[in-house]
């Protein structure tokens, strides 16, 4: 995979996959990271531009789907989920495991929203290493 020249002075170390799931300042980020990626698919998919949001609960099953529950503590509220949804791609993003292009690439491949997330974080959770 190309490595991008890019630094971020605001970023972390995280010492496993739980610590990235559960860091809600990410989440944040990464909130509006997924709504750009599922964005910019939609408007390749429509050849035209659009914007969307997606909801958490598809974030929050796309989660499961790829069976990532086990790395979050026990009591979560499907929020959190779609949180740790939204903290891993960015975060994977930000380190270079994926890319914008790949990202876009899945979401626009797969006609359910809940099984290209779900395909897009068993990506991530292959290449990310700790």
Same mark, same amino acid.
Request: include cysteine; charged fraction near 25%; charge should be positive.
């Given at each position: 995979?190309?490595?991008? =020249?890019?630094?971020? *002075?605001?970023?972390?170390?995280?010492?496993?996959?739980?610590?990235?799931?559960?860091? #809600?300042?990410? $989440?944040?980020?990464?909130? $509006?990271?997924?709504?750009? +990626?599922? =964005?910019?698919? &939609? =408007?390749?998919?429509?050849?035209?531009?659009?914007?969307?949001?997606?909801?958490? *609960?598809?974030?929050?099953?796309?989660?499961?789907? $790829?069976?990532?529950?086990?790395?979050?503590?026990?009591?979560?509220? *499907?929020?959190?989920?779609?949180?740790?949804?939204?903290? &891993? +791609? +960015?975060? $994977?993003?930000?380190? #270079?495991?994926?890319? &914008?292009?790949?990202?876009?690439?899945?979401?626009?491949?797969?006609?359910?929203? +809940?099984?290209?997330?779900?395909?897009?974080?068993?990506?991530?959770?292959? *290449?990310?290493?700790?």
């Amino acid at each position: 995979m190309k490595k991008y =020249s890019r630094t971020f *002075r605001f970023l972390k170390t995280h010492r496993n996959l739980t610590e990235v799931l559960t860091d #809600h300042k990410l $989440a944040s980020l990464g909130d $509006a990271f997924i709504n750009f +990626v599922y =964005s910019l698919a &939609l =408007s390749n998919m429509k050849k035209q531009p659009c914007g969307a949001k997606v909801k958490g *609960r598809v974030l929050a099953e796309a989660f499961k789907k $790829a069976g990532l529950r086990k790395y979050m503590p026990s009591r979560i509220t *499907r929020h959190m989920l779609a949180d740790a949804v939204e903290a &891993l +791609v +960015v975060y $994977a993003w930000l380190h #270079h495991y994926i890319t &914008l292009e790949d990202c876009s690439e899945i979401l626009e491949k797969t006609e359910d929203l +809940v099984e290209g997330l779900s395909q897009l974080l068993l990506m991530i959770k292959d *290449r990310i290493t700790f």
